[in-house]
């Protein structure tokens, strides 16, 4: 199975900026999109980007304000880039993967691999 692993959270002042790291334990050719997610107590997880292998291209309906998604395929890391980050910033955030055909990229229900999260606060 693949394995995720996240890092780079950590406590950010108002309005600053962190890049989320996630590393992809081969085999990473069983998986075709990444996604990152998030969550608050007693909240559902909420998708914030995905991105698809290979092509390294970002499925438009899945991004949200502030954040960017990349790849670096040589190192099988996705990165997670949030920009001026508000209050509500404050969460776990989780990236995934999943292989198939990713027909429903922000949807957290169809993600099979899961990372262990790493915690981001804004202060």
């Known amino acids: 199975d693949v394995q995720l692993v996240e890092s780079g959270g950590g406590l950010v002042r108002l309005g600053g900026s962190l890049r989320l790291s996630c590393e992809a334990s081969a085999p990473t050719y069983s998986i075709n999109c990444m996604g990152w997610f998030r969550q608050t107590p007693g909240k559902e997880r909420e998708g914030v980007a995905t991105i698809k292998l290979g092509s390294g291209t970002p499925y438009p309906d899945t991004m949200k304000d502030r954040f960017t998604i990349s790849l670096d395929n040589a190192k099988n890391t996705g990165y997670l880039q949030i920009d001026n980050l508000s209050p509500e910033g404050t969460a776990v955030y989780y990236c995934?993967?999943?292989?198939?055909?990713?027909?429903?990229?922000?949807?957290?229900?169809?993600?099979?691999?899961w990372g262990q999260g790493t915690q981001v606060t804004v202060s």
């Open positions: 995934a993967a999943q292989g198939g055909l990713c027909r429903r990229p922000g949807a957290a229900d169809d993600f099979v691999y």
